[in-house]
């Protein structure tokens, strides 16, 4: 069996980040969503628990980081293509999130990234399967 990951990530905003998010695509477990929380689908094993602030202090005695003012992780998620991290990044855009970079061209990789309405870093990238060892 896979390793599944749950990334767990406070918002301030529940319902305004489920919107977020399925403007760029993902669905949701609602088997795991309720007023305080719910699991994105990414891939068939990586999911992002998105829970709001007063659900995620449940789980950690520290404070909450503003993700706006100090970057406390960098979720990094490969894609299909150099279209596609273009894509999501303009769709991320789109609905209310932001790009902190220029897109980054290393020839058998190419990377860009976006924000998130609370100030989570979501890189993409795409590799040339053909580098890769």
């Known amino acids: 069996m896979a390793t599944k990951i749950f990334v767990n990530l ?10 977020f998010f399925t403007r760029l695509g993902y669905s949701f477990n609602q088997q795991f ?12 094993d990586i999911y992002a628990m998105l ?4 659900k995620f202090k449940m789980f ?6 503003d993700a706006t003012k100090s970057s406390e992780v960098l979720i990094a998620l490969s894609c299909e293509s150099r279209e596609q991290v273009d894509e999501l990044v303009a769709k991320a ?4 999130g932001s790009s902190y970079s220029k897109p980054q061209d290393h020839g058998f990789m190419y990377a ?4 998130d309405l609370d100030g989570h870093i979501w ?4 590799m040339d399967p053909s580098a890769v060892q």
């Not at 829970?51 to 007063?54: A, G, I, K, S, V």
């Open 93 to 96: 855009v789109a609905a209310g």
């Open 33 to 44: 969503t309720d007023e305080t929380a719910t699991c994105m689908v990414i891939s068939e």
């Open 112 to 115: 860009h990234g976006y924000q």
């Open 10 to 19: 406070p918002v301030k905003d529940l319902n305004a980040s489920i919107a």
């Open 60 to 65: 950690t005695p520290k404070e909450i980081c």
């Open 51 to 54: 829970l709001t602030h007063e």
């Open 123 to 126: 890189e993409v990238m795409w």
